[in-house]
């Protein structure tokens, strides 16, 4: 796929993005998501507010900044989208989906010290957690849409997208959560309800 480079207004509001993200994180672990306001967030990234919420609703949202992640997995999933419809086969659905989570966790846990922070934080916070289980339900609509795309029937589509997120689940706890080991417990888990030896 043929990317353009990032202009320098691009580069500057991804490195804005991640100061203020940064920022958060520092904050969060030193006072406790509770004692953290907006307004410390963005002296500490030393932005306005308004800069803070041309990026992020409330801090929240900081918390979850990596939904175009996922969204990012999609695409690059959907631009090799190729061969026969996957119809009614799960082992197909499966295999699509397989590459595309296991490829997401490994961005996910690219900075191990950031990943564990941000899971102790949801882990701590139930309104946290809700927000992490209302995205997750929207990474399993995302892989339905994109099973249907790729042919599959919606029932298929349906039921691999589910099986997917089991496979997340089931392979986070299996390893307590551990960065390093994350992907290939996902994998694994994959790999056992559908083997490819």
């Known amino acids: 796929m043929d990317t353009q480079p990032a202009t320098l207004r691009e580069r500057k509001q ?3 993005r991640e100061a203020i993200v940064a920022a958060a994180f520092e904050l969060f672990e030193e006072r406790g998501f509770d004692r953290v306001t907006v307004t410390d967030i963005a002296e500490r990234a030393e932005v306005g507010r308004a800069t803070f919420f041309r990026y992020f609703g409330d801090k929240q949202e900081v918390v979850f900044g990596d939904d175009n992640e996922l969204d990012q997995a999609v695409r690059e999933a959907a631009g090799h989208l190729t061969g026969t419809p996957i119809g009614d086969s799960l082992p197909a659905a499966l295999a699509l989906v397989r590459r595309i ?56 589509a349906l039921l691999a997208a589910e099986l997917a997120l089991a ?5 986070r706890a299996t390893v307590g959560d551990d960065p390093a080991r994350v992907p290939g417990a996902v994998d694994e888990a994959f790999e056992r309800l559908h083997p490819t030896s």
């Open 14 to 16: 991804q490195r804005t």
């Open 101 to 156: 989570v296991v490829a997401f966790i490994e961005r996910l846990v690219e900075q191990p010290t950031a990943y564990l922070h941000h899971e102790r934080l949801v882990a701590k916070h139930p309104e946290l957690l809700a927000r992490s289980l209302t995205k997750q339900r929207r990474y399993a609509t995302e892989l339905t849409k994109l099973l249907t795309t790729a042919g599959a029937t919606p029932d298929t």
């Open 167 to 171: 496979c997340y689940y089931a392979g």
